[in-house]
């Protein structure tokens, strides 16, 4: 049997520790014992979110989170302003369009971040946009967005909310959700918390509140409402995924006793160490302003991306990711985030020299893994 090693950003390989905890017998959600588990843990989200105020939890993947800001925020026929950095950019227009929302896009280059300039003529050309949905980083392009900077603009708007999709940010890099003015906050479980696909994670300010209350949009299991009834009662609208509960708690716990500048710290050693071996290897990055949750990298000329990312996973047993969309073909992603180690990065590496090599690249073996070795053995 081959050896598998899962190096895409999402999903992300998950630690025996948290498989073995998810793997226990399935405890009642309406039991006192679940209820101090489901406590302790929406206690940790706080610590994760950098936030007072509740985290959300959906039985879902992270676009369940996505859809229900967009409901909970908005009523048919509300204006809002939509990023547009790459694929995901790209749904929070489509929620706006399935949900009668008018979306006034702010298109960026594919690898760019947004032009903070821009955001802030578009808001002063739409006042009255009542939320700006945008990416912390856009995972379709590596490319980290000023999610700091776009919100201070929103602080003396007294009514327009931030809602930020930061699924591939949230537990990578520093992102302050109260002290930025963070309105509303998703993450998903299967990308940087380094769990299975699943679960979706959404903090609301009080600010997003005010909206949550006077939307018109048609809701039910994702309602904001009810969920926070059901907080402050310490338990769950409906069934939650118990299992998935169960390992979000064992991250949660490491996270906590490592701390999180030191996981912040860990993804962005990962990133420069993979870099340091992209250059060494004479390969581009694709992103302008990377992210430390995954690397992207140019495909070389007369290299079919798609053909490399197949080869490494059909033959070695290594998946990395290709482009989506206009970037299909043109590039590979490597992910910092999940249960990895620079040991993980040194193969990814080394697989990506092998595949290259053998695609017909002139490529010299072992001199990323030389780089990425050096960087390593320093930092
Ligand atoms: C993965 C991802 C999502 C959500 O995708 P799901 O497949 O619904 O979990 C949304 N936004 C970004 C930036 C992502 O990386």
Not at 30 to 53: G, H, M, V, W
Not at 195 to 223: H, I
Request: proline share 4%; aromatic share 6%.
């Amino acid at each position: 049997m081959q050896k598998r090693y899962l190096m895409a950003p999402g999903p992300v390989a998950v630690s025996p520790e948290v498989l073995s905890k998810m793997s226990e017998p399935i405890i009642h959600h309406r039991s006192p014992q679940f209820s101090a588990i489901l406590q302790r843990i929406r206690e940790d989200l706080k610590y994760l979110f950098q936030t007072q105020n509740d985290v959300i939890m959906f039985a879902s993947s992270g676009t369940g989170g996505m859809e229900a800001a967009v409901a909970n925020l908005l009523s048919p026929g509300d204006t809002a302003i939509v990023i547009r950095a790459g694929k995901f950019g790209e749904r929070w227009t489509e929620l706006c369009e399935a949900y009668g929302i008018k979306a006034v896009n702010i298109d960026v280059p594919w690898g760019d971040a947004v032009n903070v300039a821009t955001v802030e003529q578009t808001l002063n050309a739409f006042p009255e946009a009542k939320a700006v949905f945008m990416q912390a980083h856009e995972t379709s392009t590596g490319a980290k967005q000023p999610v700091k900077e776009i919100a201070a603009l929103l602080k003396n708007r007294e009514n327009t909310v931030l809602a930020v999709d930061a699924i591939t940010a949230l537990g990578v890099y520093e992102l302050k959700t109260d002290e930025w003015g963070l309105d509303v906050v998703i993450t998903g479980s299967q990308k940087a918390l380094a769990l299975p696909p699943g679960l979706a994670l959404v903090s609301v300010s009080e600010k997003a509140m005010n909206l949550v209350k006077k939307s018109t949009s048609p809701r039910y299991y994702f309602n904001f409402l009810s969920e926070k009834k059901s907080i402050a009662k310490q338990t769950t609208a409906f069934t939650p995924a118990v299992s998935l509960i169960m390992g979000l708690g064992t991250v949660l716990e490491d996270i906590k006793k490592t701390g999180l500048e030191a996981v912040f710290a860990h993804h962005a050693r990962l990133a420069a160490g993979t870099r340091a071996a992209i250059s060494a290897l004479g390969l581009e990055l694709y992103t302008r302003v990377p992210s430390e949750a995954v690397t992207v990298v140019k495909t070389p000329e007369g290299i079919d991306g798609q053909a490399l990312v197949k080869k490494l996973r059909e033959e070695y047993g290594i998946t990395i990711a290709g482009g989506q969309g206009q970037a299909k073909g043109k590039i590979f992603r490597i992910s910092h985030m999940g249960h990895l180690s620079e040991w993980d990065m040194i193969i990814a590496i080394a697989a990506v020299e092998r595949g290259l090599k053998s695609l017909g690249y002139p490529i010299e073996l072992g001199k990323g893994v030389s780089a990425a070795q050096g960087y390593f053995a320093i930092h």
